[in-house]
């Protein structure tokens, strides 16, 4: 079974789950807001995919982060940064244990087949 992090309010992530469902792929949701996420799980996710894929520089949340916390010079600090604001985490992410994706696009679409089968 795959494990969607994501926010209930994310358009992004509402597409995905619907795709799922469309996709009949089992899977549960994890929102990032309301359930949160461990440190454990976010040093996992920027060991497997690393931290430019994982960290949402583009969000409302990194644009009202102070500069002299924005360091994602190691992954300790990412998953430090990340641990505080959940909500820096590009959507959706799906973790199949091993295999971890980032995003909805195509390929991102493709990537999630394989984890299904």
């Given at each position: 079974?795959?494990?969607v ?49 994982l ?31 959940p ?30 089968k």
């Amino acid at each position: 079974m795959i494990t969607v992090y994501g926010l209930k309010n994310c358009d992004t992530c509402r597409k995905a789950l619907a795709w799922l469902g469309e996709q009949k792929i089992a899977h549960r949701v994890v929102d990032l807001r309301a359930d949160g996420i461990s440190r454990e799980e976010i040093a996992r996710f920027v060991k497997t995919v690393g931290a430019e894929k994982l960290v949402n520089k583009a969000s409302t949340t990194w644009r009202g982060l102070p500069d002299e916390v924005k360091d994602v010079s190691t992954d300790a600090k990412v998953v430090d940064l990340l641990a505080a604001n959940p909500t820096l985490i590009k959507r959706p992410v799906f973790d199949a244990g091993k295999t971890v994706v980032v995003g909805f696009r195509d390929a991102e679409k493709a990537a999630v087949r394989a984890m299904a089968k």
